[in-house]
């Protein structure tokens, strides 16, 4: 039997789609795509009188049966989800889904809109001696959030923090941000549409960002970037430091 491929469609610019995911849509069958987010020139890539179907309007038992389907008429099917599924991707549910029916697949994995984010900045989220650690959150809203993951919970670490599906409600998001630790001054960011021709960043403070994404009147489709890696602080790494050895190279003294 032939499998289902999900594959990580990438931050949004159709060439941000690894070369093994590419390989998978241009051969595949049937290709369901998250159509609300996904870029639809990806599906330039598919081959002629490849089945596509967009999933903005599928409930998640209509999504396995079309699937099941493909493979039971003997197609290749691609599911294309945003980004990398790994992160709010709902690839979970599918899966289950997949194994209760005994369905094979693989997973093929993408370049996430946070790394997008970051390269259109020209950033780095993990500086020596400012921030090495991320933390990957988002805002309560009809999806619920763990009360001990709350946005005020983490922002007492005050190190770099990247806030998904939760730009529509920026003010509470910079009010909860404050008032678990991180200063007004602060540095943030806020990527609309990253890798996108129509990306939009607005670099601002968590004072004032509030404003300037309501004037910009962006409401989705954007990532929140928080975090003293944004601002003019920085330390080089001993990576590269010629008077650090390591098992490589050995000191260079002066």
Same mark, same amino acid.
């Given at each position: 039997?032939?499998?289902?491929?999900?594959?990580?469609?990438?931050?949004?610019?159709?060439?941000?789609?690894?070369?093994?995911?590419?390989?998978?849509?241009?051969?595949?069958?049937?290709?369901?795509?998250?159509?609300?987010?996904?870029?639809?020139?990806?599906?330039?890539?598919?081959?002629?009188?490849?089945?596509?179907?967009?999933?903005?309007?599928?409930?998640?038992?209509?999504?396995?049966?079309?699937?099941?389907?493909?493979?039971?008429?003997?197609?290749?099917?691609?599911?294309?989800?945003?980004?990398? %599924?790994?992160?709010?991707? !709902? +690839?979970?549910?599918?899966?289950? @889904? /997949?194994?209760?029916?005994?369905? $094979?697949? =693989?997973?093929?994995?993408?370049?996430?809109?946070?790394?997008?984010?970051?390269?259109?900045?020209?950033?780095?989220?993990?500086?020596?001696?400012?921030?090495?650690?991320?933390?990957?959150?988002?805002?309560?809203?009809?999806?619920?959030?763990?009360?001990?993951?709350?946005?005020?919970?983490?922002?007492?670490?005050?190190?770099?923090?990247?806030? %998904?599906?939760?730009?529509? !409600? +920026?003010?509470?998001?910079?009010? @909860? /941000?404050?008032?678990?630790?991180? $200063?007004? =001054?602060?540095?943030?960011?806020?990527?609309?549409?990253?890798?996108?021709?129509?990306?939009?960043?607005?670099?601002?403070?968590?004072?004032?960002?509030?404003?300037?994404?309501?004037?910009?009147?962006?409401?989705?489709?954007?990532?929140?970037?928080?975090?003293?890696?944004?601002?003019?602080?920085?330390?080089?790494?001993?990576?590269?430091?010629?008077?650090?050895?390591?098992?490589?190279?050995?000191?260079?003294?002066?």
């Amino acid at each position: 039997m032939n499998k289902v491929h999900f594959v990580g469609a990438g931050p949004g610019d159709p060439e941000l789609i690894t070369l093994k995911g590419h390989q998978l849509l241009a051969q595949a069958d049937v290709v369901i795509y998250a159509g609300s987010l996904v870029n639809p020139k990806l599906l330039d890539y598919c081959k002629k009188g490849c089945q596509i179907y967009d999933s903005a309007s599928m409930n998640l038992t209509e999504i396995i049966d079309t699937m099941e389907k493909g493979l039971r008429d003997n197609k290749e099917v691609v599911r294309l989800q945003t980004g990398d %599924f790994s992160i709010y991707g !709902s +690839i979970r549910e599918q899966i289950e @889904e /997949l194994n209760k029916r005994n369905l $094979p697949y =693989t997973c093929t994995p993408g370049v996430s809109s946070f790394l997008g984010a970051a390269s259109s900045l020209g950033v780095e989220y993990t500086v020596p001696e400012v921030s090495q650690s991320v933390i990957i959150t988002r805002m309560a809203g009809r999806t619920p959030v763990p009360e001990r993951e709350s946005i005020r919970s983490f922002a007492q670490h005050q190190t770099s923090m990247v806030i %998904f599906l939760s730009v529509q !409600s +920026i003010e509470s998001v910079a009010a @909860e /941000l404050i008032a678990g630790g991180y $200063p007004e =001054t602060t540095p943030t960011a806020v990527i609309f549409k990253a890798t996108w021709p129509e990306e939009m960043r607005i670099e601002s403070t968590l004072a004032d960002v509030a404003d300037k994404v309501k004037n910009a009147q962006i409401s989705k489709t954007a990532l929140i970037m928080v975090g003293n890696f944004l601002g003019e602080e920085y330390h080089y790494s001993k990576l590269y430091d010629k008077t650090f050895p390591h098992e490589y190279r050995g000191a260079l003294l002066d």
